[in-house]
């Protein structure tokens, strides 16, 4: 009988940069985002990929990284939060609005929900709000009631920053 596999060589871009890593057969793609690369920004929230404080984009959609192992992401294209801001630290526009229209209180969502609005906004440059609603579904927000959110993602929709 075979062993089973303790873990394997992954190579994956994670904001640009390659990484060649051995991970675990069971690390969730969150924790080697996380403890492994020190990118923080990526949440841990409920490890049940309900509240989409994990969010990241992998090949350009939104997927859950607590939801998925690391040995899953290999060869695939990541964008954490930290990958959104411009090369000398510019916010984007959705990130400025963020600012501007008091979108975070606590910030705990705030990554997830700026990935997740980034993939909306990739492929609807002017959504109404419900589909704004509809884009950022995935994602709890506990402090906000959300108003604010999706007044940020429409604001940004529309050059208001």
Sequence with gaps: ???PVSGRTISVTINGEVYEQEVEARKLLV???RDV???????VGCDTG???ACTVLVDGKTAKSC????IQADGEAITTVEGLAGVDG???PLQQAFSKSHALQCGYCTPGMLLSATYL???NAHPTEEEIRRGIQGNICRCTGYVNIVEAIKNASEGQV
């Design 50 to 52: 309900n509240c989409g």
């Design 37 to 43: 690369l020190d990118l923080t920004g990526t949440h």
């Design 31 to 33: 924790h080697f985002i």
């Design 121 to 123: 906004l990739e492929q």
């Design 90 to 92: 510019e916010l984007t």
């Design 67 to 70: 939801m998925l192992l690391a």
């Design 1 to 3: 009988m075979a062993e």
